[in-house]
């Protein structure tokens, strides 16, 4: 087995043995679980606490569209700030322990350190988001007594491409910023400038910015065309984490 490889198990072991497993797991879990039921009785919850300021307003019958809609909201927003700030030391944590040191005197290189990195997380984001879906699906269907998929998996893996993005750009800042602290507010800042730029039409339809508000329109069963957002989205995140790789390889350790 090679080097890459036996650092590569070595980084799923420690996801499992780490807080990790339970706190970007347990947020999302627990929107997938509460998002269909509290969109089904919303009118009721509504109703029971604030009849009186209501003023005789009929709050309109939720559908499912309304759990797909808040579980790719919480994807979208949420899940998001997570991502940034559990990977704000994605890199830099084990350079700052010594580990790194100890894992690149064996067979593996800078390069296959960054990258493996980036790709094992990604894939542990991927799995949770899955899972996540699966179950607002089979909560939405119980709670609506119908639960049309094709909205749902296609919002929430226009939801992945986005959160996907963000690994591999904490994965570059972590390298750059010595400090989780200073890399996470980085990338809250990189959020607030890709929301912002979501706002003009033809950035938000051929960039990366327009990944959040696709996947809303497609929750809500909207038809939107997310080819470009989506394909430049991939090739951003193949240029920051090669990025990443490069930089880490004139690092000082």
């Not at 790194?100 to 296959?112: D, F, G, I, Q």
């Not at 119980?142 to 094709?150: E, I, M």
């Amino acid at each position: 087995m090679s080097g890459t490889a036996v650092f590569a198990r070595k980084e799923a072991r420690e996801i499992l043995r780490t807080w990790r497993i339970w706190v970007l797991p347990g947020i999302l879990l627990f929107f997938a679980v509460t998002g269909p039921v509290v969109a089904r009785f919303t009118p009721e919850i509504v109703g029971a606490l604030a009849a009186d300021q209501l003023g005789g307003f009929t709050i309109p019958t939720p559908t499912y569209l309304d759990a797909y809609a808040q579980w790719v909201k919480n994807l979208s927003q949420i899940a998001l700030f997570v991502l940034i700030i559990i990977y704000g030391g994605l890199v830099s944590g084990e350079t700052k322990s010594g580990t790194a040191v100890l894992v690149l005197t064996k067979p593996v290189s800078r390069s296959a350190f960054v990258a493996v990195k980036a790709g094992v997380h990604g894939l542990f984001f991927a799995v949770i988001l899955v899972v996540g879906t699966l179950l607002t699906w089979g909560l939405t269907a119980v709670a609506f007594h119908t639960a049309p998929g094709s909205a749902l998996w296609s919002s929430a893996l226009v939801s992945l491409v986005l959160g996907e993005l963000f690994i591999a750009l904490m994965t570059l800042l972590s390298v750059l910023i010595g400090s989780s602290a200073g890399a996470a507010g980085a990338g809250i800042g990189a959020y607030a400038l890709l929301s912002i730029a979501g706002i003009w039409k033809p950035l938000a339809r051929y960039s990366p910015a327009g990944l959040g508000s696709d996947a809303t329109a497609l929750a809500a069963g909207a038809a939107t065309d997310v080819l470009w957002p989506v394909l430049t989205a991939l090739v951003l995140m193949v240029v920051l984490v090669a990025l990443a790789a490069a930089l880490y390889r004139r690092k000082d350790l």
